[in-house]
Nanobody, 123 residues
């Protein structure tokens, strides 16, 4: 069955870095576009970044552009989110997801989700 498991979250000071991992099973990530979303307390889930099935194109929210990088290791069936220069407003639960629909930015276009990993950035 399809499963996505995130790891790598934690507590970090502002300006620090974290790398999140999303290990997939039950399907091959190289056949799908993959994305990361986040949800802060009291806020709606928001798009963070996505990568096409072949890694040829990447998409970023304006709020993370230049600081976050999405990548994939097809041999490990894993997608990564490298986060640098973290800010307190980046605090959220980060979830990876598999895209099945047409939009890279809409959560409704993603059919499978991980349970999420907490990222907390202190000021």
């Amino acid at each position: 069955q399809v499963q996505l498991v995130e790891s790598g979250g934690g507590l970090v000071q502002a300006g620090g870095s974290l790398r999140l991992s999303c290990a997939a099973s039950g399907f091959t990530v190289s056949s799908y576009a993959m994305g990361w979303f986040r949800q802060a307390p009291g806020k709606e889930r928001e798009f963070v970044t996505a990568v096409t099935w072949n890694g040829g194109s990447t998409y970023y929210a304006d709020s993370v552009k230049g600081r976050f990088t999405i990548s994939r290791d097809n041999a490990k069936n894993t997608v990564y989110l490298q986060m640098t220069n973290l800010k307190p407003e980046d605090t959220a639960v980060y979830s990876c997801a598999r895209r099945s629909g047409s939009s890279m930015y809409s959560s409704g276009s993603y059919d499978y989700w991980g349970q999420g990993t907490q990222v907390t950035v202190s000021s």
